[in-house]
């Protein structure tokens, strides 16, 4: 079911981030209508799914199980020869094409759908305002900055030992916070912390957190969730409350930039989350379509002599945003 990264090509025609309902949806329709299109996701498909003890709002599968109903969706992207690669996107740089990195790897398309959920974990305090100044979402990208030094890695998953037992090879000093019970695997270089930090700490760049009250010195910090804050994700994305704003056509303020799901805005519901993921499919295909008609219009324009418009200034508008 989950492809092998090394099965990534290096350009899609659509990228789909997140394998939750509204990815998944977005992945069958882009599937039937025969589109060249990526699924990425996280290890686990939508662990909210999973969770929820029953479902009694989902047309046609009446006091259905979350974990019953996430089955029955893999089996149909199965059944659809659809594949999930298991790569976390940390960010997105506009195009076009867009450029997707997550942590091993880079891609790009030419349109994206954000399907990434809502995460319920809030920001640290001082979060926001020390990323990028050795505060990151990815230890393994950043790794080879922080040779020799110092780091702290926060992390919401077993997911995250990977990350740490990866810096303890590069760094002087690996610290791990688990904010979830049970640790799986971790190197015996690591040292695991167990409590809850309060704040990031640092001015102009990170200098460590603060931990049951207690100052842990670093030169970086990591934090590692689930889900990365959209804001964070795409450098200027207009957020409405918090959540992405879209258009009825689930269109962002990025052209070529479509989200669906819990990411959107409430209610927090599988029937939105999946019929969002199927209309974003469907408009991002018709933004491509349109990409294409302007690109062959400029080849035949280049073929006359003439100047096609500059490709910083598409011709496609900026879509005013209607919002919810
Ligand atoms: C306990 C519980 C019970 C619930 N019960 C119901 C119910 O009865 N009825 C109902 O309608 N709804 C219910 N919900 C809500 C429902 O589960 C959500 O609305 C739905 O799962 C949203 O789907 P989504 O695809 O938008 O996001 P999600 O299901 O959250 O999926 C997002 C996926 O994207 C992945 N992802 C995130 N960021 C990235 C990234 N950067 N790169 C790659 N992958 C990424 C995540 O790992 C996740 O797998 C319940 C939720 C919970 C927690």
């Not at 003439?306 to 879509?319: F, S």
Request: charged share 20%; glycine share 10%.
């Amino acid at each position: 079911m989950t492809a092998d990264l090394l099965e990534l090509k290096k350009h899609y025609e659509l990228a789909i981030v997140g394998c939750g309902p509204a990815g998944m949806s977005a992945a069958l329709n882009a599937k039937i209508r025969n589109r060249d299109f990526v699924l990425l996701g996280t290890e686990e498909c939508s662990p909210k799914l999973a969770k929820a003890p029953q479902v009694d709002n989902f047309l046609g599968f009446p006091g259905i199980k979350g974990e019953e109903l996430r089955l029955r969706f893999f089996e149909h992207l199965r059944h659809l020869g659809i594949q999930i690669v298991p790569l976390k996107v940390t960010n997105i740089y506009p195009g076009p094409p867009f450029t997707l990195v997550g942590k091993d790897k880079s891609l790009e398309a030419d349109a994206v759908i954000l399907a990434t959920g809502v995460s319920t974990q809030k920001l640290f305090k001082r979060e926001s305002e020390l990323l990028g100044k050795g505060l990151g979402y990815c230890a393994t990208c950043d790794g080879p900055l922080y040779k020799g030094k110092s780091v702290i890695i926060i992390s919401y998953s077993a997911e995250g030992e990977a990350e740490a037992n990866f810096m303890a090879d590069i760094c002087s000093h690996v610290f791990y916070i688990p904010y979830y019970s049970d640790i799986v695997r971790i190197n015996p270089r690591v040292e695991v912390r167990q409590g809850k930090v309060s704040e990031i700490l640092g001015t102009n760049g990170v200098e460590g957190v603060l931990i049951n009250s207690e100052r842990l010195e670093a030169d970086g910090v990591f934090i590692l969730r689930e889900s990365v804050p959209a804001e964070q994700l795409v450098s200027g994305i207009t957020l409405n409350d918090g959540a992405i704003a879209v258009n009825h056509k689930l269109e962002t303020n990025i052209p070529g930039l479509f989200a669906a799901g819990d990411c959107t805005g409430q209610p927090y519901q599988l029937v939105k989350a999946a019929g969002e993921g199927g209309t974003a499919a469907l408009q991002a295909i018709k933004y491509l379509d349109a990409l294409e008609r302007d690109e062959s219009a400029n080849a035949a324009l280049r073929a006359t002599g003439a100047q096609p418009p500059d490709p910083q200034t598409p011709e496609i508008p900026v879509p005013q945003l209607l919002l919810h």
